[in-house]
């Protein structure tokens, strides 16, 4: 079953750093050495790609050498980055976060982005020019406009990371409970929904659970959240944060939207490091059409347990 997450998010041109296959070495090549990033930290790079083929080896160059925590394999991280696609002599730009917001990378990248960014420290502005067998191999991705020859380009700007278990760091005020379903949970590990009898509410409800005492979330920032999902019907968990073992990032009130209008209207204004209780019912969660992949029906009301950790504003925020 598709999971959740990738109906909650509708990503940017994102994939492209999405999973690949096959193993990586790290190896300096000229033309790929030519390749040149210039510019701040923070800002879009300058990148320079000579008219020419690209080579066949990996090519990884620390533009800017961060001090922060060094990147585990496969953790989640905040980051802005370019992605350009080499063609034999010509090159062009597909995808740049820096005149939005930036984007949580979690689990397996390409094989050359991982080799290129693994215990590389976070503050780094690392340059990455990765041939197809580091890349999406010979198939390409269609979906991306990659063939099976292209060279991927990549600068990244490391911002910081979050860890598995991140979880809200407030103060508790609440378990739900009553005619809202009750919530349990453990300091570090997913809670746990148990959903009453009753008849769900027809309007959305937020409801906090702790208390954050980080600044209050605002439209067009980009929001990292730990999440559960239970539908009410079926009392069951359909979808859960904690058990990809990364957070979900997604701009609020983005256009087109990223999330389901009840995250859109709820979490605004939510502290930074609060958990609250969101309760979905249709008109604000995926319509009368419902979400068929993850059982979800046009009637269905769903539940969702949200920690915020962290807001950062983009381009388009104030």
Same mark, same amino acid.
């Given at each position: 079953?598709?999971?959740?997450? %990738?109906?909650?998010?509708?990503?940017?041109?994102?994939?492209?750093?999405?999973?690949?296959?096959? $193993?990586?070495?790290?190896?300096?090549?000229?033309?790929? %050495?030519?390749?040149?990033?210039?510019?701040?930290?923070?800002?879009? /790079?300058?990148?320079?790609?000579?008219?020419?083929?690209?080579?066949?080896?990996?090519? &990884?160059?620390?533009?800017?050498?961060?001090?922060?925590?060094?990147?585990?394999?496969?953790?989640?991280?905040?980051?802005?980055?370019?992605?350009?696609?080499?063609?034999?002599?010509? *090159?062009?730009?597909? !995808?740049?976060?820096?005149? *939005?917001? /930036?984007?949580?990378?979690?689990?397996?990248?390409?094989?050359?982005?991982?080799?290129? !960014?693994?215990?590389?420290? @976070?503050?780094?502005?690392?340059?990455?020019?990765?041939?197809?067998?580091?890349?999406?191999? $010979?198939?390409?991705?269609?979906?991306?406009?990659?063939?099976?020859?292209?060279?991927? &380009?990549?600068?990244?700007?490391?911002?910081?990371?979050?860890?598995?278990?991140?979880?809200?760091?407030?103060?508790?005020?609440?378990?739900?409970?009553?005619?809202?379903?009750?919530?349990?949970?453990?300091?570090?590990?997913?809670?746990?929904?148990?959903?009453?009898?009753?008849?769900?509410?027809?309007?959305?409800?937020?409801?906090?659970?702790?208390?954050?005492?980080?600044?209050?979330?605002?439209? *067009?920032?980009?929001?990292?959240?730990?999440?559960?999902?239970?539908?009410?019907?079926?009392?069951?968990?359909?979808?859960?944060?904690?058990?990809?073992?990364?957070?979900?990032?997604?701009?609020?009130?983005?256009?087109?939207?990223?999330?389901?209008?009840?995250?859109?209207?709820?979490?605004?204004?939510? /502290?930074?490091?609060?958990?609250? @209780?969101?309760?979905?019912?249709?008109?604000?969660?995926?319509? $009368?059409?419902?979400?068929?992949? %993850?059982?979800?029906?046009?009637?269905?009301? !769903?539940?969702?347990?949200?920690?915020?950790?962290?807001?950062?504003?983009?381009?388009?925020?104030?």
């Amino acid at each position: 079953m598709r999971r959740i997450g %990738a109906a909650l998010l509708v990503p940017l041109a994102a994939a492209v750093v999405l999973a690949g296959c096959g $193993s990586s070495s790290a190896a300096p090549s000229s033309p790929n %050495a030519s390749v040149m990033a210039t510019g701040g930290f923070g800002k879009a /790079p300058t990148v320079k790609i000579p008219a020419t083929k690209a080579g066949t080896n990996l090519f &990884v160059k620390t533009e800017v050498q961060g001090n922060g925590q060094k990147l585990a394999k496969n953790e989640a991280f905040l980051s802005n980055y370019t992605v350009y696609i080499w063609s034999g002599k010509t *090159h062009k730009l597909v !995808l740049s976060t820096y005149t *939005h917001t /930036p984007q949580v990378l979690s689990g397996t990248l390409l094989p050359g982005l991982q080799t290129a !960014l693994t215990g590389k420290k @976070m503050g780094s502005r690392v340059l990455a020019v990765l041939p197809p067998k580091y890349g999406y191999g $010979s198939t390409g991705n269609t979906q991306v406009g990659v063939t099976g020859t292209d060279t991927l &380009v990549f600068v990244v700007d490391m911002i910081k990371t979050y860890s598995a278990t991140a979880s809200a760091s407030g103060t508790q005020v609440s378990n739900g409970g009553g005619t809202l379903p009750t919530v349990t949970a453990t300091p570090g590990k997913a809670p746990t929904i148990k959903v009453p009898a009753s008849t769900p509410p027809t309007s959305l409800v937020v409801k906090t659970l702790i208390k954050g005492s980080g600044p209050p979330v605002s439209k *067009h920032q980009y929001v990292v959240t730990q999440y559960v999902a239970v539908n009410w019907r079926t009392k069951a968990v359909f979808d859960s944060s904690w058990s990809r073992g990364a957070p979900l990032g997604f701009e609020i009130d983005a256009s087109p939207a990223q999330i389901i209008p009840g995250w859109d209207t709820g979490l605004v204004g939510v /502290p930074v490091g609060s958990r609250v @209780m969101l309760v979905v019912p249709p008109k604000d969660g995926y319509g $009368s059409a419902g979400e068929s992949q %993850a059982g979800i029906k046009g009637t269905d009301t !769903l539940v969702f347990v949200v920690d915020v950790i962290d807001a950062v504003n983009g381009s388009s925020s104030s």
